[in-house]
T-cell receptor, first 114, second 110 residues
Framework: DTGVSQDPRHKITKRGQNVTFRCDPI?????LYWYRQTLGQGPEFLTY????????KSRLLSDRFSAERPKGSFSTLEIQRTEQGDSAMYLC????????????FGSGTRLTVV | DAKTTQPNSMESNEEEPVHLPCNHS???????IHWYRQLPSQGPEYVIH???SNVNNRMASLAIAEDRKSSTLILHRATLRDAAVYYC???????????FGAGTILRVKS
């Protein structure tokens, strides 16, 4: 297990289309997080899962965004009816869940909405 | 969430030590101090974390003030590959998420 994998690395889509991103965490990590990062800013928290349960969602996550983690393994983040403002890097991270341990991040999916 | 304050940017010469400061005056007694860095076009990377005592690992050292209201990340010999954005983060009081600020852009000159 070499780390957190995200797919695709890049996605260009037309405004109004739906997109879905996938994240495969480190297998023994029970927590999975999604973040969004725009140019020049630090990552912003979107949501996190403990196993298959989605325990927290940011107010940034509008109704057009949905995330799932079936069976507590990989996760998907879907954006419906994309808007230009959704253009960003979407980062996934996983952790073992305790406060003292760090997160392992994937390399992200860069979304460009044209 | 307790917040941290970091300089926007710092510059260092290659092969010299770098001290990256972070203020966290509202830290609670149970907050861990985490440092991450983000290289261009990559996700953030864990560097080090600590609670009260100074910590060392292969990447860096973390010096924590006695009152815990500030900390310093120390890179002992900066290389060009250390050029990145460095984030100082207090682990959320219930441990649920990391809250990133803007971080410090570290530039390393050869």
């Amino acid at each position: 297990d070499t780390g957190v994998s995200q797919d695709p690395r890049h996605k260009i889509t037309k405004r109004g289309q739906n997109v879905t991103f996938r994240c495969d965490p480190i297998s023994e990590h029970n927590r999975l997080y999604w973040y969004r990062q725009t140019l020049g800013q630090g990552p912003e928290f979107l949501t996190y899962f403990q196993n298959e349960a989605q325990l927290e969602k940011s107010r940034l996550l509008s109704d057009r965004f949905s995330a799932e983690r079936p069976k507590g393994s990989f996760s998907t983040l879907e954006i419906q009816r994309t808007e230009q403002g959704d253009s960003a890097m979407y980062l996934c991270a996983s952790s073992s869940g305790t406060r003292s341990y760090g997160y392992t991040f994937g390399s992200g999916t860069r979304l460009t909405v044209v | 969430d307790a917040k941290t304050t970091q300089p926007n940017s710092m510059e260092s010469n290659e092969e010299e030590p770098v001290h990256l400061p972070c203020n966290h005056s509202t830290i609670s007694g149970t907050d861990y101090i985490h440092w991450y860095r983000q290289l261009p076009s990559q996700g953030p990377e864990y560097v080090i974390h600590g609670l009260t005592s100074n910590v060392n690992n292969r990447m860096a050292s973390l010096a924590i003030a006695e009152d815990r209201k500030s900390s310093t990340l120390i890179l002992h010999r900066a290389t060009l590959r250390d050029a990145a954005v460095y984030y100082c983060i207090l682990r959320d009081s219930n441990g649920n998420k990391l809250v990133f600020g803007a971080g410090t852009i570290l530039r390393v000159k050869s």
